[in-house]
């Protein structure tokens, strides 16, 4: 893990802590649904998603090398699976972004 993803992540933490218990500004929000900048935001987010998995399943695998026993990491590698499923879920809901279609306002009509 590079050291600038590693400050991005604790200045992503302290921004949030900082607003809920020492009444900092709020968090950016995410861009509006059905615009480019928000298809964007989402595979973004899916990609660090996804990076979050490679590494976690390096560990896991190293340390299920030193361990050396199946049985003793099974109930990690369920977690896994599940997690698994997960990034799968967010990939799709990340992806439909791409396909989803400006709703016109009442305005517009």
Do not use: C
């Not at 109930?75 to 990034?87: A, D, E, P, Y």
């Not at 396909?99 to 016109?104: E, L, N």
């Amino acid at each position: 893990m590079s050291v600038a993803f590693g400050h991005r992540m604790l200045s992503w933490a302290d921004r949030r802590f900082a607003h809920h218990f020492a009444d900092g500004p709020p968090p950016a929000k995410a861009p509006p649904k059905s615009t480019r900048e928000r298809m964007v935001h989402e595979r973004r987010m899916w990609l660090r998603h996804l990076l979050a998995y490679g590494i976690a399943g390096l560990i896991l695998l190293l340390f299920s090398a030193l361990i050396g026993d199946a049985d003793r990491t099974a109930q990690l590698w369920n977690v896994f699976r599940l997690w698994s499923l997960v990034i799968v879920i967010d990939g799709v809901v990340a992806l439909s972004y791409t396909t989803r279609r400006p709703i016109s306002s009442a305005n517009d009509r």
